[in-house]
Each structure stands twice: as structure tokens, then as C-alpha cells.
């Protein structure tokens, strides 16, 4: 890739940079733990991975973090796996949540938006009343510290109030949403055996509703270790018989009550997209992500109390579990449950201009849509509000970056982010006081030593190499459920670098500091030796108005050879003739190069994708090398099995 020094897209004006709350802390922690008071991010970066545990010391001072009982040290033990944050530090993240409901009682902690789109608060002192009442309920239901409580709900305030309360008492919160089906479910709660699930009788989506209770009855009939359901009827219906009624759980006027836990006490299980097997259940601890957080939503998305925080997501996605830690910065959250586009592709934009959204997060693949369906936000909505967009659940393309530029604002601060569900936040992306290039993420974040290193483990710069995090973050898995020994999570990230972690993305760091991501290394293309990013291609082909989604796949050949097809999921009334054809090869060839060009072009009835969104690219490979589809994909992880039949037959036709 090219690493001449473009001109930014954007920069951050003297005024912003100053009072971003990253810099102040950059002055603060320069008095207080020797920190650089000079050099901006960069040195700031440099420094808290050079002084770790001085870093990440300094953040719970700066964010007032309340330790019941006080820490011996920051880390206990660095090895990876098996970091020990805090030892003998005791916690709870459900009253770091609710800290604002002392000074701001009447102030709105939660905006719910349906598709009516109008917003409905919750104030701070109504959620942690709610909060109080529930986690009292549990109690008496018999739910103790570590006791898993399960959630099959929307995006709606219970979700937020039950997650909470289960927090408060020290249980462990799992949740999935309601457009799972039973077995992708029952895939994810049966390996956790929680004791509460909290379900709704259907949803809301894409202007029609949808019942579940048939769903929830064989969610009841097949996890034998509930001992309550709590009904919450979303579309009206009666309580079932046996199962409790959430507005009679949360009617007590109580303040809550919070059990202090051990900083690496369980928070939640959230789960891997499963698609090659039984989804991989993934522990996070209170107050790892209690710090992770406050670092992440803090310095570097610069949320505070006068913050509106929205980003469109679902309670089966990690990007929910972060969207609720807004709240421990005091930060509004907006929750919306509804379609991305109903009753129109710009419904995103209308919620954040509804909502006086401050930071709204979103996926590149809305962003695109956008940009394809020709919507215009800053012409239709009043977006004054809206300091940030931030995108992520795949790499933003060049075109994304230029489209935000010119349709919302020229001075907007467009922030692509990358992590990933197994820590449940951010390696790189968003820093107030960085400049935008068009393409790329802005740096690392704080305390992520994130480095390209070669199959021989030498770090690159401005070159394509594997995303390696070389020290402990403390939102790292405590471990997986039902992985005794280890080896499960020990395989996931540690087998190719010792001690290092891999996630599994081919990225450039590159001189001036930034990150480019390119795709999952585990499906990248590699033809003579020259590995490809998949994301570089689809940002090519989808920008053509025929193609609505594709996919490209890299097959190593039994002779030694190499088949590269792209498959293409076309848009309504486009048809795949030789002109297509020759304008999709031709484009590839002029903005990628001539090696990025496919060996064939395949139309498909659709490109599959996991139940949060993500093409499914390893799966799709395993089938056209002739596994089995039962051995090639999770069933139970997939949005529509059926699209799999294609790719199962052209594997066939081709053996």
C-alpha cells in the first residue's frame, strides 16, 4: 500500500484538541505519574505501554474508580494468558453505572427510541430505582454471586435495568436478541446453565411484530437449571403461567444495593459467532471492563455528562455491552430498537437528530447503503449535534470516509473503529485530538500495544502483517466457560505467537501511526505470496450500482494451484453479462491491481453472513473445499442457512 503523506481528511480545531478529555488527562497524569507533557497522542501512546501498570493506575484514579477494598498492585502477573489485574481489589461495575444518578436525578439516563421514532427518557434516579427493585428480587429468588442470568430481549430499557440489577448482585449476564432462533439460543445459554431468563413475547421490526413466545416456551422446556422466567410483554400479551411479571419485579421503591466482587469477578459471557462450531463462551470480568471502558468511552470517544451516546445495535452484540458503559461515564444512551432502515434507509440519521446524539456509531455497511440509496443527511436532518460517527463491524471504505465528509459535515470527526467481541472493545480507532486520513483508523488506543508482525514474528510497519497485541489489556477473556484447562482460549489467540496475543486480521500500521485493516487473516487471499485483504476488494466491487454484496474466497489447490472465485449478489434487475463482467475486473485491476483480479465471477442468490452481520468467509471456503455442511458452519450461527445449499453445490459440481 501507498505510505506517501496524504493530506488528512480532517483535523481537529486548537479549541477541540484542548479540551478533549484525553489531553487534559495527558496534563494531569504528566504531574501526577511522570507521563509526556509533550508530543501530543503519539508520546501519550508510547508511554502507557512502556509503563503499563503506571498507565492503567492513573485511569482509575482519573475516573475516580471506587475500590471497596484496595488493590496490592495494578498487575499480579503479566503472562499471557492469565494476566492478574488488581489483585485484592473489590468493585462493582453496576454502581460505577448509576454514579450519576447522586447528582443528576432528574436528568435523562437512558433514551428509548421504537419505530415511531420518537424518544421516551428514562431519568438516572427512575433506572436506578428500577435497578434497586430488581436486584432486590433476584436476591429473594436466590440468585448469588456468580449465578448466571440470561436475557432473550431487544434493545429497550429492561434489557439495560436487567443487566444492571444482575450486575448489582454479582451474577453473571448473558443475553441474545430476540431475532435468534431457539437453537442459536440454546447453543449459547445451555453451556452457561443460567438460573433467571428474562424474555419478551415478540418484537417489533421492519413495521411488523413478531411473536416469540413459541420460541421462549422451548427455551424453557430445554434449559433445565432456570429456577424464574420474568415475562416483560412487549407486544401485550398475558404473563405465561410460571413465569413472573417484570412491572411487579421492579415496582419496589429501593435504592440498590451493590455486592462488592473481586476485580476479575465475572460481568457477562458474550459469545463468538460460532460459524465453524459451538459459539466460543467468553468471560469478561467487572472490573475489566469497568476500566477498559471508562478508558475507551472517556479519553478516546470523549463521552461525558452532556454526551448523547447512540449507537444502532442488538443485545447479541458486544457493541450493546459497550453502548450500556456509557453510562459510567455519565453519559445519556440511546437505545433503538427497530430496523436499520424502516421506514427508510436514512432512519439512522432521523434517531440522531431526534435524539440530539453526540456520538453516533454505526456499521460501514449502513454507511455504504447510504451512499448507494442516495441519502442525504445533512440536507434532510439537522445533524448540529453530532461531534462523531464512528463505524465499525467491518472496515470502512475510502469511499465511506469521503461520502460522511461531504454529505454530513466537512468537520465532522469521522472515527472507524476495530476490536472485537473477545475484549470487548477497541485495538485502535477513535482519538479526539489525531487528524482523520481517508481509509484509515485514527491510532491504537491507550494501553494496546498493537503491532504487524510477520510469520516469523518480526513487527512490520507499513507493511501487511497479523494484528499481534503484545501486552495484557485487562478486558482480555478471564477465560472461556466449560474450557477447564485453558486450552480452548489458549488455541483462539496464543498457539501462533507465544505469549502474544493474535486475533486473526491482517492490518498495516503505518509510519505516520495509523492502522489500515484489511479483513480476517484466517480468510485472507494470498496468491503468489502476496496476501490481500477481502475488504479491500469488496470496497472496490460494491461501489458498481449492479452489485449489492459480494464475496471473495482463496482456495489453495490440491495441485498447488490457486481459485480465487467472487461471488456476487446482484441488485435488482442487474444482470451478470459480459459488460458487468468486464467492469467489475476492469475496476478491480485499476484500483487494486491486476493480482486482485478473480479467476471467476459468480452470480449467487445471496452472500451469507453471522447472526451480527459479519460474512461468513471461512465457512463458505470449507464447503468449497468439500466439508461437509454440518462440519463447515454452526447451523444455529448463520442469517440464512438456505444461501449455504449454493456454495455446498457449486463444491460438487466442481469436485
Not at 470517544?301 to 455519565?330: A, E, H, I, K, Q
Not at 437505545?335 to 432512519?347: K, M, N, Q, V
Request: charged share 20%; glycine share 8%; aromatic share 10%.
Amino acid at each position: 500500500m501507498s505510505t506517501v503523506n496524504p493530506e488528512p481528511l480532517w483535523r481537529p480545531d486548537p479549541q477541540r484538541t484542548a479540551e478533549a478529555q484525553v489531553t487534559r488527562f495527558q496534563t494531569w497524569a504528566a504531574e501526577r505519574h511522570g507521563a509526556p507533557s509533550d508530543g501530543g497522542y503519539p508520546a501519550l501512546h508510547r508511554w502507557s505501554v512502556d509503563e503499563l501498570e503506571t498507565f492503567w493506575k492513573a485511569v482509575t484514579e482519573w475516573f475516580d474508580v471506587r475500590f471497596s477494598t484496595p488493590f496490592t498492585r495494578v498487575l499480579g502477573d503479566r503472562a499471557m494468558p492469565g494476566a492478574e489485574w488488581f489483585p485484592g481489589a473489590t468493585l462493582n461495575y453496576a454502581e460505577h453505572a448509576l454514579r450519576a444518578a447522586a447528582g443528576r436525578p432528574d436528568e435523562p439516563a437512558l433514551l428509548h427510541v421504537d419505530e415511531t421514532h420518537e424518544p421516551r427518557p428514562v431519568t438516572w434516579s427512575e433506572l436506578s430505582r428500577q435497578v434497586g427493585s430488581l436486584a432486590a428480587e433476584l436476591r429473594r429468588l436466590g440468585v448469588r454471586p456468580g449465578d448466571r442470568v440470561s436475557a432473550y430481549l431487544p434493545n429497550i430499557p429492561q434489557a439495560v435495568v436487567a443487566l444492571l440489577a444482575t450486575a448489582a448482585v454479582g451474577g453473571v449476564w448473558t443475553s441474545c436478541a430476540p431475532d435468534f432462533g431457539a437453537r442459536s439460543v440454546l447453543d449459547r445459554f445451555q453451556q452457561v446453565e443460567p438460573v433467571v431468563l428474562f424474555t419478551v413475547d415478540g418484537y417489533r421490526y421492519g413495521g411488523k411484530e413478531h411473536d416469540r413466545r413459541d420460541v421462549v416456551a422451548e427455551l424453557r422446556r430445554e434449559l433445565p437449571s432456570l429456577r424464574a422466567v420474568v415475562h416483560i410483554p412487549l407486544l401485550g400479551t398475558e404473563t405465561p403461567e410460571g413465569a413472573l411479571d417484570w412491572s411487579v419485579l421492579t415496582a419496589a421503591d429501593q435504592e440498590p444495593t451493590f455486592e462488592q466482587v473481586p476485580f476479575d469477578h465475572p460481568l457477562w459471557v458474550l459469545y463468538s459467532s460460532g460459524t465453524t462450531g459451538l459459539p466460543k463462551a467468553i468471560v469478561q470480568s467487572q472490573g475489566g471492563i469497568l476500566v477498559e471502558h471508562l478508558k475507551q468511552l472517556g479519553l478516546h470517544c470523549d463521552l461525558g455528562p452532556g454526551d448523547r451516546f447512540f449507537w444502532y445495535t442488538s443485545t447479541g452484540w458486544m457493541m450493546w455491552n459497550f453502548l450500556v458503559s456509557g453510562l459510567l461515564t455519565g453519559t445519556t444512551v440511546v437505545l433503538y430498537d427497530g430496523s436499520p432502515g424502516h421506514p427508510d434507509t436514512g432512519a439512522q440519521w432521523r434517531i440522531a437528530e431526534r435524539t440530539g446524539a453526540t456520538l453516533y456509531g454505526t456499521s460501514a455497511a449502513y454507511v455504504m447503503a447510504c451512499r448507494k440509496a442516495d441519502v442525504h443527511p445533512s440536507r434532510d436532518f439537522d445533524l448540529s449535534k453530532v461531534r462523531c460517527v464512528a463505524t465499525t463491524g467491518s472496515p470502512l471504505p475510502p469511499d465511506g470516509f469521503r461520502w460522511l465528509h461531504e454529505e454530513v459535515r466537512d468537520d465532522l470527526w469521522i472515527a472507524s473503529v476495530s476490536g472485537g467481541t473477545d475484549v470487548c472493545s477497541c485495538f485502535a480507532g477513535a482519538v479526539p485530538t489525531l487528524p482523520v486520513y481517508t481509509g484509515e483508523l485514527q491510532a491504537p488506543c491507550l494501553g494496546t500495544d498493537l503491532q504487524a508482525w510477520d510469520p516469523s514474528g518480526r513487527p512490520v510497519v507499513d507493511e501487511v502483517g497479523e494484528l499481534v497485541v503484545t501486552n495484557p489489556m485487562p478486558s482480555m477473556p478471564v477465560y472461556f466457560w466449560n474450557d477447564p484447562d485453558g486450552s480452548r482460549y489458549h488455541d483462539s489467540y496464543f498457539d501462533t505467537y507465544p505469549g502474544a496475543w493474535r486475533h486473526g486480521d491482517w492490518i498495516t500500521l503505518t509510519s505516520r501511526g495509523t492502522v489500515v485493516i484489511h479483513g480476517r487473516s484466517d480468510s485472507t487471499l494470498n496468491r503468489q505470496g502476496v496476501r490481500m485483504g477481502s475488504a479491500d476488494i469488496y470496497e472496490a466491487v460494491e461501489r458498481l450500482p449492479e452489485i449489492k454484496e459480494s464475496l471473495v474466497i482463496g482456495i489453495e489447490q490440491p495441485d498447488g494451484g490457486y481459485w480465487m472465485p467472487l461471488f456476487v449478489h446482484l441488485a435488482p434487475g442487474a444482470v451478470l453479462d459480459q459488460a458487468l463482467l468486464d467492469r467489475i475486473k476492469r475496476t478491480i485491476r485499476e484500483e487494486l491491481s491486476p493480482r486482485h483480479v478473480p479467476d471467476e465471477v459468480i452470480e449467487v442468490p445471496g452472500v451469507p453472513h453471522t447472526l451480527t452481520g459479519k460474512r461468513i468467509e471461512v465457512p463458505v471456503k470449507r464447503l468449497l473445499q468439500g466439508t461437509p455442511l454440518e462440519k463447515a458452519v454452526n447451523p444455529g450461527s448463520i442469517d440464512n442457512l438456505g444461501l449455504l445449499h449454493f456454495y455446498e453445490d457449486l463444491a460438487r459440481k466442481r469436485a
